[in-house]
């Protein structure tokens, strides 16, 4: 009972994330224009507050890289037209290494029992 409900938390913040992303029409900032005409103010504001942009950007990222979001091509090419190449790298391959196993786990917790359900033959090999 324990494991149900807590997935179904699971399954509401996902969801009422992936809602309010589209309710605040927040994919208007995920935009290549926005990128190139907020560049040099994104620039100033990291010259001044280096620590909280780069942990801004890291959270930002990895919450669009774990709920799927459109807008990480954009993401990666800001990060480094704002960090540089190399910090941009770093940051950027953390991050979405950090998302993308988040949303590993999450929909592994969330789906293994259906999908153990569905495709129990095929998967005795590798459950062993």
Do not use: C
Not at 100 to 119: C, E, H, K, M, N
């Amino acid at each position: 009972m324990k494991r149900l409900t807590f997935k179904i938390i699971i399954v509401v913040l996902i969801v009422a994330s992936v809602l309010a992303f589209m309710a605040l029409n927040l994919g208007q900032y995920l935009t290549l224009e926005t990128l190139m005409t907020q560049q040099e103010a994104l620039k100033a504001y990291y010259d001044g507050h280096m620590g909280l942009m780069i942990g801004g950007y890291f959270v930002v990222y990895i919450f669009s890289a774990a709920l799927s979001l459109p807008g990480a091509a954009i993401l990666t090419l800001a990060g480094g037209a704002i960090f540089g190449f190399w910090p941009g790298t770093l940051i950027v391959s953390f991050a979405s290494t950090i998302g993308a196993t988040i949303a590993f786990v999450v929909s592994r917790f969330l789906l293994r029992d259906w999908v153990q359900g569905r495709f129990r033959e095929r998967l005795t090999t590798i459950n062993g």
